[in-house]
């Protein structure tokens, strides 16, 4: 059981380049994640997706697109990077049974743009 | 808009007890979560207080107060390996499935 699968781990841009991280769950969880984290800022939520087909912005969508094409996969799009988008990026899904807020995270994508 | 605002270091012994405080300014929320991040990884989940009161799990304990916006995590019996940040979470009652974490609290925890 994988879980939740980002890539790429490590990626280096330069301004005004575009780029899709990638994420996959297998865990069958309808609600899925992309965050940032800053040093110091903690994890701030970019875009969330529901269920397939729906998604809605989080904190500081600017800058970035989704799409959640199939239950599995929830990709995050820089479409002209920018310094400013130098982050760590995760990506999460929830089992929404529970009613726990329980997220199970990627191991996280390194992005720096220059 | 909301906000959850946690001490930003804590700083304790092996063995001894700790807690990470977690106050919050938001609209409506369903619970209180809590998770561990070590340096380099992944946050995991630690705790959920859906409820008012005491929740425990092992060395760790949550708790959460609703009428003093205020939640903690207290952790026991601390050891080398505690060394990591905290995050408090809400999933707010606002946007079903949205979640929204604190600011992050980093504990170091020396011999």
């Known amino acids: 059981n994988a879980g939740v699968t980002q890539t790429p781990k490590f990626q280096v841009l330069k301004t005004g380049q575009s780029m899709t991280l990638q994420c996959a769950q297998d865990?069958?969880?309808?609600?899925m994640y992309w965050y940032r984290q800053d040093p110091g800022m903690g994890l701030r939520l970019i875009y969330y997706?529901?269920?397939?087909?729906?998604?809605d912005k989080g904190e500081v969508p600017n800058g970035y697109n989704v799409s959640r094409l199939n239950k599995r996969e929830f990709s995050l799009r820089l479409e002209s990077a920018a310094p400013s988008q130098t982050s760590v990026y995760f990506c999460?899904?929830?089992?929404?049974?529970?009613?726990?807020?329980?997220?199970?995270f990627g191991a996280g994508s390194r992005l720096t743009v220059l | 808009g909301q906000s959850l605002e946690q001490p930003s270091e804590v700083t304790a012994v092996e063995g001894a007890i700790v807690q990470i405080n977690c106050t919050y300014q938001?609209?409506?929320?369903?619970?209180l979560s809590w998770y561990q991040q070590h340096d380099g990884g992944a946050p995991t989940f630690l705790s959920y207080?859906?409820?008012?009161g005491l929740e425990e799990t092992g060395r760790f304990s949550s708790f959460l107060s609703r009428s003093d916006s205020y939640g903690y995590l207290l952790l026991q019996e601390l050891q080398m390996k505690d060394s990591a940040s905290y995050f408090c979470?809400?999933?707010?009652?606002?946007?079903?499935?949205?979640?929204?974490f604190g600011t992050g609290t980093r504990l170091l925890v020396s011999p």
């Open positions: 979470a809400v999933r707010l009652n606002t946007g079903f499935q949205k979640l929204v």
């Open positions: 865990m069958n969880h309808n609600s």
């Open positions: 999460a899904s929830r089992e929404d049974s529970s009613g726990a807020n329980v997220l199970t």
């Open positions: 207080n859906a409820l008012d």
């Open positions: 997706s529901a269920s397939e087909g729906t998604t």
């Open positions: 938001t609209s409506g929320f369903y619970g």
